[in-house]
């Protein structure tokens, strides 16, 4: 057992969703150490001995020697239990699965989502608390202040673990257990629990409703291929990139129109009647039609919510409220309007559902990031969306495309984009936003100003503006500064932020949103009939000028 003299990183401030920086910076000599005993720091003196920690990952470059790491420390912080996946490897669902089933003290996953991997891409390491969930703000900012005075971190390099085999492992004496478990086979048992497998065996077995689902070479692989070919009879060439590779063979593992092309070319022939795609830690994921049809994760989300009682699970818990990230359409909120269910509105990340699902007031959330989840767990969760869709689309008998369309028939269609611009300077977007909060800052100057795009003739006036300040309706913490917006009188939303999960300059995102409630308009292209609020956006924020940018890298 070592303690080890060590000194402060700069920068290991946790952002949207843990710790994210290229897989190098975390290779630097004691890196890796210094985050993972300022976690151990922040969770404070507590006794360990009995508490259980799980630790897993996405297979990316560098988990290997990360878990390695957090086991031998985790030891020397004498945690008494630590649980991983065979291999390391665990979806981000799964960790939290087995965080709440092992009535853990937490979890680290280790991923940078939907980042690329390899030596010259990224890590990342989050922590998460006992209710499976990511670590709310308030103890990843104590984290963030452990980093910065940090002098010595303890490690157990005695503590020599094998990954591959499950079983238990005795340390120290007695006094360290690590547990290898199968990585699938809890998240497996949970999703059995949720969906009725009998029903969708008949829907996809031999083929008869034909399934494409890309795992991107990220986590998800395994899990898909298990769920869908073993559990359900979907054929075994249904899951493709279904190995987990240390770069996820090059690409982005980020399931939406840009890096995932190669599966909406597959569908766009026609032989299958659905597609899916997750990102590299298995919590995203995107839906597709027959056709290569495209369903807007903020309309998926709507979609699973007004289809709530055709999915077991919420037929039994009961549908305690819905929410949705700022950014994302309101297109949830015309269902939970019409069916009267709560609806909350939180900042951008999972972290944000965690207190209202504990405290028993929320069932079914999501993201427009092609996160949607349940209180089944406490992360969004990938491949629990495609089961839901699986679910409707054999309880209505209806085609993805028929079931979006009679969805917008009933409750109107918001159309939505979201616009990254990724890699920018630093300067140019941090000046951007600052403009941007000028504006909104002096609400009275620009309230009730009309808006008009180019070259159309539709008009929209201002009706508020301000810089998202959203207070959590449980612990009552405030959170500042989530994202400028500009809301018209007919509802239309500009919102503009930064991503804080990237890991090189910075990456601007817009959203646009608008309700559409003529019908003889819902059919038309997102793209055209947001082109105006787009110049608008452009416009206001002077996004060429601070950026230099005239396209966006990523349309959703
Ligand atoms: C992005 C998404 C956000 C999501 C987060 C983590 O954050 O916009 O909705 O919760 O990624 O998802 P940002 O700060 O870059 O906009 V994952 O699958 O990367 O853990
Ligand atoms: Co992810």
Same mark, same amino acid.
């Given at each position: 057992m070592a303690t080890v003299a060590t000194e402060p990183f700069e920068g290991q401030k946790p952002g949207t969703s843990g710790l994210r920086k290229k897989a190098k910076e975390f290779r630097r000599p004691g890196y890796t150490e210094n985050f993972v005993q300022s976690i151990f720091d922040a969770i404070g003196t507590a006794d360990l001995t009995q508490s259980t920690l799980v630790v897993g990952g996405d297979g990316r470059y560098y988990m290997r020697d990360a878990l390695r790491i957090i086991v031998q420390m985790a030891a020397a912080n004498k945690v008494g239990r630590v649980v991983v996946g065979k291999n390391g490897i665990l979806s981000t669902p799964a960790v939290s699965t087995l965080i709440r089933k092992r009535k853990s003290l937490g979890g680290i996953i280790l991923t940078a989502s939907h980042n690329p991997g390899g030596p010259d891409g990224d890590f990342g390491i989050k922590y998460n608390t006992g209710n499976g969930g990511p670590a709310p703000e308030g103890i990843t900012k104590a984290i963030f202040e452990k980093t910065k005075s940090i002098k010595e971190y303890r490690i157990c390099k005695e503590v020599q673990a094998e990954f591959d085999c499950i079983g238990e492992q005795t340390f120290l004496g007695g006094q360290f257990v690590l547990e290898i478990v199968d990585s699938i086979t809890d998240y497996a048992a949970l999703m059995k629990e949720i969906f009725d497998f009998d029903l969708l065996r008949t829907f996809l077995s031999g083929g008869k409703f034909r399934i494409l689902v890309d795992a991107m070479n990220g986590v998800m692989g395994p899990y898909a291929s298990r769920i869908f070919c073993e559990e359900l009879g979907a054929p075994a060439e249904s899951v493709i990139r279904n190995v987990p590779l240390e770069d996820f063979g090059g690409g982005h593992p980020d399931p939406n129109l840009t890096y995932a092309a190669d599966l909406v070319a597959v569908l766009k022939k026609g032989e299958h009647d659905f597609g899916a795609a997750f990102d590299g830690d298995g919590d995203r994921n995107m839906i597709l039609g027959r056709g290569g049809f495209f369903v807007n994760p903020s309309d998926s989300l709507a979609v699973i919510a007004a289809h709530n009682q055709s999915i077991p699970y919420f037929k039994q818990t009961g549908m305690k409220g819905m929410a949705r990230s700022m950014p994302t359409s309101g297109a949830i909120d015309r269902v939970a309007k019409e069916d009267h269910f709560s609806l909350y509105e939180v900042p951008t990340g999972w972290k944000f559902f965690g207190n209202l699902m504990d405290a028993g007031k929320l069932s079914l959330c999501g993201e427009e990031s092609f996160g949607t989840g349940s209180d089944h767990v406490r992360e969004k969760d990938g491949l629990w969306a495609v089961l839901a869709w699986l679910t409707i689309l054999a309880t209505s008998k209806q085609s993805v495309e028929q079931v979006v369309n009679s969805h917008w028939t009933k409750y109107g269609r918001n159309f939505f984009t979201r616009y990254d611009y990724e890699g920018v300077e630093s300067v140019g977007a941090n000046e951007m936003m600052e403009k941007l909060r000028t504006i909104v800052a002096n609400p009275a100057d620009v309230i009730g100003k009309e808006f008009a795009g180019k070259d159309d003739n539709r008009r929209y006036t201002l009706s508020a503006c301000d810089d998202f300040r959203y207070e959590d309706p449980i612990d009552k913490s405030i959170t500042e500064k989530q994202g400028v917006r500009f809301i018209f009188s007919d509802g239309s939303r500009i919102v503009f932020r930064l991503s +804080? &999960? +990237? &890991?090189g300059g910075a990456t601007i995102r817009l959203y646009i949103d608008s309700f559409e409630s003529d019908p003889t308009r819902q059919m038309e292209d997102a793209q055209v009939a947001l082109r105006p609020l787009i110049d608008i956006a452009l416009e206001i924020s002077q996004l060429q000028k601070h950026t230099g940018r005239t396209e966006p890298t990523v349309i959703t």
């Open positions: +804080g &999960t +990237g &890991t």
